[in-house]
């Protein structure tokens, strides 16, 4: 009896943020490091199904770069990297595409639909919702810095947000492939996580979440008593500049600050793999992972 008296409890915690966020879009960055068999936890599908049935609009935008690295290289395709971003040439674009759009957005929409959740798969280029222009990298060579082409990857230029709109307002959960459209009428490979910024920031989205390997940002990764559990946007420079934040965390970091100043009301940080994890984040007091907010 007393198990079935804290359910109960626990619903009626729940029930002024479920409440709250009734008819408010909540952008999930779901990356390929938190994806079943990838090490995330398989209840993320159930959370973003049970947010959609209470009222909320969740949107999803997803990563699936090891998956992207296992299928270039069954096609004799060498993954080289600069700064972070994959060197995309057309061949590699084309194996992109079918990876992110052809076989992740699909499996994560059955995902969904198998859960009686209503999905539906956009890339973001054929849905007309992301235009982009060609990023150059900016390298050292010899102490003077030039720029580099790195093929196929675009820096986002412009969100049309309306699609995405529609598909929540007709009750359906939008499954986004991070490609773009650029000025030549070609795909464009763009970051997921800045991708996932851009798109929040274009639908005032109430919040932000990006799904990681790792829960949240710690001063000291090796002290799990330095979590930051709240941050503040203007914050955000010192913890890359001081290099508290490295690696695949910085475009996490920089989404989140320029979500949070483009009118996202908050943003968060959270590990994947814990069970039932936005759950945890949107309907508790508590909260898990780091927050940046204003």
Same mark, same amino acid.
């Given at each position: 009896?007393?198990?079935?008296?804290?359910?109960?409890?626990?619903?009626?915690?729940?029930?002024?943020?479920?409440?709250?966020?009734?008819?408010?879009?909540?952008?999930? $960055?779901? /990356?390929?490091?938190? %994806?079943?068999?990838? @090490?995330?936890?398989? #209840?993320?599908? +159930?959370?973003?199904?049970?947010? *959609?049935?209470?009222?909320?609009?969740?949107?999803?935008?997803?990563?699936?770069?090891?998956?992207?690295?296992?299928?270039?290289? $069954?096609? /004799?395709?060498?993954? %080289?990297?600069?700064? @972070?971003?994959?060197? #995309?040439?057309? +061949?590699?674009?084309?194996?992109? *595409?079918?990876?992110?759009?052809?076989?992740?957005?699909?499996?994560?929409?059955?995902g969904l639909e198998m859960l009686d959740g209503r999905a539906r798969g956009m890339s973001a280029k054929?849905?007309?919702?992301?235009?982009? #222009?060609?990023?150059?990298?900016?390298?050292?060579?010899?102490?003077?810095?030039?720029?580099?082409?790195?093929?196929?990857?675009?820096?986002?230029?412009?969100?049309?947000?309306?699609?995405?709109?529609?598909?929540?307002?007709?009750?359906?959960?939008?499954?986004?492939?991070?490609?773009?459209?650029?000025?030549?009428?070609?795909?464009?490979?763009?970051?997921?996580?800045?991708?996932?910024?851009?798109?929040?920031?274009?639908?005032?989205a109430e919040k932000l979440v990006f799904l990681t390997d790792v829960n949240g940002i710690m001063r000291?990764?090796?002290?799990?008593?330095?979590?930051?559990?709240?941050?503040?946007?203007?914050?955000?420079?010192?913890?890359?500049?001081?290099?508290?934040?490295?690696?695949?965390?910085?475009?996490?970091?920089?989404?989140?600050?320029?979500?949070?100043?483009?009118?996202?009301?908050?943003?968060?940080?959270?590990?994947?793999?814990?069970?039932?994890?936005?759950?945890?984040?949107?309907?508790?007091?508590?909260?898990?992972?780091?927050e940046i907010i204003q």
């Open positions: 009896m007393d198990k079935i008296i804290e359910k109960a409890a626990t619903l009626i915690e729940a029930f002024p943020y479920i409440r709250s966020f009734r008819n408010k879009i909540v952008v999930v $960055k779901y /990356g390929g490091s938190t %994806q079943p068999g990838e @090490g995330g936890s398989p #209840t993320v599908m +159930a959370d973003l199904v049970f947010m *959609e049935t209470v009222g909320m609009r969740p949107v999803v935008v997803h990563g699936g770069g090891k998956e992207i690295s296992r299928q270039l290289e $069954k096609s /004799g395709i060498e993954s %080289q990297w600069v700064n @972070g971003l994959r060197m #995309t040439d057309k +061949a590699s674009m084309q194996v992109v *595409e079918d990876t992110l759009f052809g076989d992740v957005n699909l499996r994560i929409c059955d054929d849905a007309g919702v992301m235009f982009v #222009t060609k990023h150059f990298a900016t390298v050292e060579d010899n102490g003077e810095k030039k720029q580099v082409d790195i093929g196929y990857v675009g820096d986002v230029a412009r969100i049309d947000p309306e699609p995405i709109r529609l598909a929540c307002e007709e009750g359906t959960i939008p499954v986004i492939a991070p490609i773009g459209l650029g000025p030549d009428g070609e795909s464009y490979n763009v970051n997921a996580d800045t991708a996932a910024g851009e798109i929040a920031r274009s639908l005032q000291d990764p090796s002290d799990a008593s330095t979590h930051i559990s709240s941050l503040h946007v203007n914050d955000v420079e010192g913890l890359i500049d001081d290099g508290i934040a490295s690696g695949g965390m910085i475009p996490k970091l920089r989404a989140c600050e320029r979500a949070v100043k483009g009118g996202v009301r908050k943003t968060h940080i959270i590990d994947g793999g814990m069970p039932h994890a936005l759950l945890l984040e949107t309907f508790t007091r508590e909260g898990i992972g780091t």
